[in-house]
Nanobody, 115 residues
Framework: VQLVESGGGLVQPGGSLRLSCAAS????????MSWYRQAPGKEREFVAI????????NYADSVKGRFTISRDNAKNTVYLQMSSLKPEDTAVYYC?????????WGQGTQVTVSS
């Protein structure tokens, strides 16, 4: 099983980034997918989740209206489109696959929002 995040980097406040998480080694279309983040010195926190077929999404209040989670089951990939980025969005972003209590995590991608 592999989850490989990409798309992180340095961006100015107000900018945008799109993160991707490519999955392999399991039946991607049967798993709910989510994004979490962890800032330095803080606990990992939930960001967004999408159901296995993409019909349902949910977001943390801190990113609602700015971030959009989506998935392409044909490409085994989940995305996180981030807009209007703020310095407090700086963190390592992780994707997670979850189904019936079984979960897998990626290694994370760094997002830094700074001028």
């Amino acid at each position: 099983v592999q989850l490989v995040e990409s798309g992180g980097g340095l961006v100015q406040p107000g900018g945008s980034l799109r993160l991707s998480c490519a999955a392999s080694g399991f039946t991607f279309s049967t798993y709910g997918m989510s994004w979490y983040r962890q800032a330095p010195g803080k606990e990992r926190e939930f960001v967004a989740i999408i159901s296995n077929v993409g019909g349902s999404t949910n977001y943390a209040d801190s990113v609602k209206g700015r971030f959009t989670i989506s998935r392409d089951n044909a490409k085994n990939t989940v995305y996180l489109q981030m807009s209007s980025l703020k310095p407090e969005d700086t963190a390592v972003y992780y994707c997670k696959a979850n189904r019936l209590g079984r979960s897998y995590w990626g290694q994370g991608t760094q997002v830094t929002v700074s001028s």
